[in-house]
């Protein structure tokens, strides 16, 4: 089983790195692998706490309707579907995802993660696989700040 860190980034953050994945990845590995206090300012800046009970509660109603086995003890989840598996772990600012492939992941439990938010970004802890579960919307990647002008 391969592992998987999946964090819920903070929207301006996730907005600003929508396209520079690549720099938001060295930065989670270099948090990971050091967890210095300059990267651990940092990286509570940028990440949300994940509302574990809700997002549990959410997991279990989506896991029902889109007829996956589910088996929840605490904060692990295990969800199956024919030959694929996939373990969450819950934890406070990400989610330890265990599967075959990201392959998995990506027909088990990606499809609900997208429901809950869209902000999610997903490290492969011993890959090098890393990226947005899903693509932000137009309206959502637009910058506020972003301006038209006319010189007419």
Not at 35 to 63: C, F, G, V, W
Not at 94 to 115: G, H, Q, T, W
């Amino acid at each position: 089983m391969e592992k998987y860190n999946l964090y819920w980034i903070e929207k301006e953050v996730a907005r600003y790195f929508y396209h520079k994945g690549d720099i938001l990845y060295r930065f989670l590995l270099e948090y990971i692998n050091t967890n210095s206090p300059h990267t651990a300012i940092q990286y509570e800046y940028i990440t949300n706490n994940i509302p574990r009970k809700d997002l549990t509660t959410y997991i279990m109603q989506k896991s029902k309707l889109k007829n996956l086995y589910i088996k929840r003890n605490k904060n692990k989840i295990h969800l199956s579907s024919n030959d694929l598996n996939v373990d969450l772990i819950i934890q406070n600012k990400n989610i330890v995802i265990y599967a075959k492939s990201l392959l998995s992941a990506e027909k088990v439990v990606f499809p609900i993660l997208r429901d809950f938010k869209s902000s999610f970004f997903i490290v492969g802890v011993d890959r090098d696989e890393y990226g947005w579960i899903s693509p932000f919307l137009r309206k959502d990647y637009k910058s506020s700040y972003e301006k038209l002008y006319s010189f007419l």
